[in-house]
T-cell receptor
Framework: EAGVAQSPRYKIIEKRQSVAFWCNPI?????LYWYQQILGQGPKLLIQ????????DSQLPKDRFSAERLKGVDSTLKIQPAKLEDSAVYLC???????????FGEGSRLTVL | AQSVSQHNHHVILSEAASLELGCNYS??????LFWYVQYPGQHLQLLLK??????LVKGIKGFEAEFIKSKFSFNLRKPSVQWSDTAEYFC????????????FGQGTTLQVKP
């Protein structure tokens, strides 16, 4: 079974630039999550989709972050403009339902200079 | 608000030593509890989970965890660690209203010396 695919794996940008991350979940998984993991901390949920609808985006900084999941399959997370504190690993995860067993991708590591 | 606290940030053990990683959570309602593991260079993966029933949960690779409701704890244990258990371990909690929304602790790095 193919896992959760994410790209790019690494990205270095300067502050105020924009960046986009892509995620393709496991086939058939209705729920998709984006987590932010800052060095030395545990992952923090940014946004949760059920099919192509948003379930929870309470911790998404909406002035600079946006995410979409068109057609209920793959998803993109965008940051515009980036700040230094956005340096983190952005993890995408998916689950078959909302039972808590999340399958994570390898993450996209963002460095903002 | 929910929160998870992992007491040990970095643990170093010799092979065959016993392991216990502490996890406490803060939440007033019904919770689901998880331990995830991230081996070097790999993605996060589920080690074990507790939803209800027997508070002693067994997971993969010989790990187990015990849910003690009165102490708001969900400690991870393994009687004899191996070098291959070197990894970062995350405790997480979710509520019954949204079981997929995980609140993670800050993680514990386990280093097992051969």
């Amino acid at each position: 079974e193919a896992g959760v695919a994410q790209s790019p794996r690494y990205k270095i940008i300067e502050k105020r630039q924009s960046v986009a991350f892509w995620c393709n979940p496991i086939s058939g998984h209705a729920t998709l999550y984006w987590y932010q993991q800052i060095l030395g901390q545990g992952p923090k949920l940014l946004i949760q989709f059920q099919n192509n609808g948003v379930v929870d985006d309470s911790q998404l900084p909406k002035d600079r972050f946006s995410a979409e999941r068109l057609k209920g399959v793959d998803s993109t997370l965008k940051i515009q403009p980036a700040k230094l504190e956005d340096s983190a690993v952005y993890l995408c995860a998916s689950s078959f339902n909302r039972d808590g067993e999340l399958f994570f991708g390898e993450g996209s590591r963002l460095t903002v200079l | 608000a929910q929160s998870v606290s992992q007491h040990n940030h970095h643990v170093i053990l010799s092979e065959a030593a016993s392991l216990e990683l502490g996890c406490n959570y803060s939440y007033g309602g019904t919770v689901n509890l998880f331990w995830y593991v991230q081996y070097p260079g790999q993605h996060l993966q589920l080690l074990l989970k507790y939803f209800s029933g027997d508070p002693l949960v067994k997971g993969i690779k010989g790990f187990e965890a015990e849910f003690i409701k009165s102490k708001f704890s969900f400690n991870l244990r393994k009687p004899s660690v191996q070098w291959s258990d070197t990894a970062e371990y995350f405790c997480a909690v979710s509520s019954s209203s949204n079981t997929g929304k995980l609140i993670f602790g800050q993680g514990t790095t386990l280093q097992v010396k051969p």
